[in-house]
C-alpha cells in the first residue's frame, strides 16, 4: 500500500493512481485547476444556460439533488443563470431529520422538485443482496441516483441535466480522465460505483427486470435521440466544499447539530442514514476512511497539513457507525452478526495482515495505530 505524500489516500482507492513523485492523481488535477481559465469556464457554461432557455419546453433543465449543500449550490447557480430547472431527488429509505429539512429548503429557493421513491422492500432486498454478494450497500443508491434523473429528463422532454462535481476529478481518477466532462455510460463504467455491474447483473426471481425498472438508466439511443447531455458544474466553476457550503448557508442550508455524521465534516452525508455503511466497507476493503476523503480535501485547498491530518485520524480512529449499522440490519433483515461476516468476508487480503491474531495494515500512514 503506498500512501499519497501530499494527502492522506492510499494507491488501494478504485481510481487513484500515485506517481513516481508520491503524489495522488486527486493531488495533480487539484494542481492543474490553476492552469485552468475559469472566466473561459463560466462562459462557456452562460452559452450552454443560453441554449437551454431558448429552447421551448416546460423545463430547461435537470438537477439532480439531494438535498445536500452541493445540491443547494447547484440550484443557486442554475436559477442565477436564469434556467428554469426541474430538481430531481431519489429518496434514500432512510432519510434524515435534517436530509428533509434542507431538501425542502431547497425547493424553497423556487424550483419544482420529484422526489422519487423506490419501494423500500425492493431497496431493502436490493441492498441486501448487493451488500452480501460485493460487500456493498451503495450499489442500489448508485444506480437509482443516476437513472431516476435521466428517465426524468427523457419523460419530460428536458435536453440538459446539472450535475455537481466531477467525482472523477475531485477524488480520484486519472489525470486524462479530467476529460471525461459529461456524465455518459463511459464515465459510468468507472466511476458509477457499482463495481462494473449493470443493473441486469442483479436479477433473480425477486429482483425481476420489472420490479428494478427505476434502477435502470433509459437506452443510450433514446438519449442520443434526444440530444441529451449531463454536465457537471463543478466543470465550470472551482469546486470547493467550503465556498458551496457558505453560498448554501446564506441560502437557509443547515449543518449537522450532532457534529460530523461519517468523516469529517458536519455539512456532507447528512441526509441519509445509510450512507455511513457505504463509506465503512472502505476500510475492509481499501484500508481507509470517509475521513481520510474529506481531510485530503481540506490539505489541497491548504486549510490542514498533513501531519494534522494523520493526527486527527490517530484521534478519531476507525469509527464504526454502529447505529446506523443497527437501522440497516433492521430495514434488510440482516442480523449484525451477518453484518459482521459480510465485512470479514470482504477484508481485503493484500493489504490487512493477522499478527497474533489481530487485523493490521502493513505500512498504514499511521504508525503507532492501535490495532485492538
Ligand atoms: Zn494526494
Given at each position: 500500500m503506498r500512501w499519497c505524500q501530499s494527502c492522506v489516500l492510499p494507491d488501494s482507492r478504485p481510481n487513484l493512481f500515485i506517481d513516481e513523485g508520491g503524489i495522488c492523481s486527486a493531488c495533480t488535477a487539484f494542481r492543474q485547476r490553476s492552469e485552468i481559465n475559469w472566466q473561459d469556464r463560466e462562459r462557456e457554461f452562460g452559452a450552454i444556460a443560453d441554449a437551454a432557455t431558448a429552447s421551448p419546453g416546460e423545463y430547461d433543465c435537470v438537477i439532480p439533488v439531494s438535498g445536500g449543500k452541493d445540491s443547494t449550490w447547484q440550484v443557486i447557480k442554475c436559477l442565477e443563470y436564469g434556467l428554469r430547472p426541474l430538481a430531481v431527488s431519489w429518496h434514500p429509505?432512510?432519510?434524515t431529520k435534517i436530509g428533509r429539512l434542507n431538501l425542502a429548503n431547497l425547493i424553497d429557493l423556487g424550483v419544482d422538485h420529484i422526489d422519487f421513491s423506490i419501494s423500500p422492500c425492493v431497496e431493502a432486498a436490493f441492498m441486501r443482496k448487493t451488500f452480501e454478494?460485493?460487500?456493498?450497500?451503495?450499489i442500489p443508491m448508485h444506480f437509482a441516483i443516476f437513472a431516476v434523473p435521466l428517465s426524468i429528463a427523457v419523460k419530460f422532454g428536458i435536453s440538459l441535466i446539472i450535475w455537481g462535481e466531477n467525482s472523477a476529478v475531485e477524488y480520484g481518477g486519472s489525470v486524462d480522465d479530467n476529460n471525461l466532462t459529461v456524465l455518459n455510460e463511459a464515465w459510468l463504467s468507472k466511476y458509477?460505483?457499482?463495481?462494473?455491474?449493470?443493473?441486469?447483473?442483479?436479477?433473480d426471481e425477486v429482483l425481476t427486470p420489472q420490479v428494478l425498472a427505476a434502477y435502470r438508466r433509459p437506452d443510450v439511443s433514446v438519449v442520443e435521440e434526444r440530444g441529451i447531455k449531463a454536465v457537471f458544474l463543478g466543470h465550470y466553476f472551482q469546486w470547493d466544499p467550503e465556498i458551496s457550503l457558505s453560498v448554501a448557508q446564506t441560502h437557509g442550508f443547515r449543518t449537522s447539530d450532532d457534529g460530523p455524521?461519517?468523516?469529517?465534516?458536519?455539512?456532507?452525508?447528512?441526509?441519509?442514514?445509510f450512507i455511513s455503511i457505504h463509506h465503512w466497507l472502505k476500510w475492509y476493503k481499501f484500508g481507509f476512511t470517509r475521513l481520510f476523503d474529506n481531510l485530503s480535501l481540506e490539505i489541497r485547498h491548504g486549510r490542514m497539513e498533513r501531519e494534522r491530518a494523520i493526527e486527527i485520524i490517530k484521534t478519531v480512529g476507525?469509527?464504526?457507525?454502529q447505529a446506523d449499522i443497527d437501522a440497516f440490519c433492521e430495514f434488510t433483515g440482516l442480523s449484525t452478526a451477518a453484518f459482521d461476516d459480510v465485512c470479514e468476508r470482504f477484508r481485503n487480503r493484500d493489504i490487512w495482515q493477522q499478527d497474533a491474531g489481530i487485523w493490521k495494515i502493513h505500512d498504514f500512514i499511521v504508525p503507532d495505530w492501535n490495532w485492538s
Open positions: 429509505p432512510a432519510r454478494k460485493a460487500g456493498s450497500s451503495g458509477g460505483v457499482s463495481q462494473g455491474s449493470g443493473v441486469e447483473d442483479w436479477y455524521k461519517t468523516g469529517y465534516y458536519d455539512f456532507a452525508d447528512i441526509d441519509d442514514d476507525a469509527e464504526k457507525p
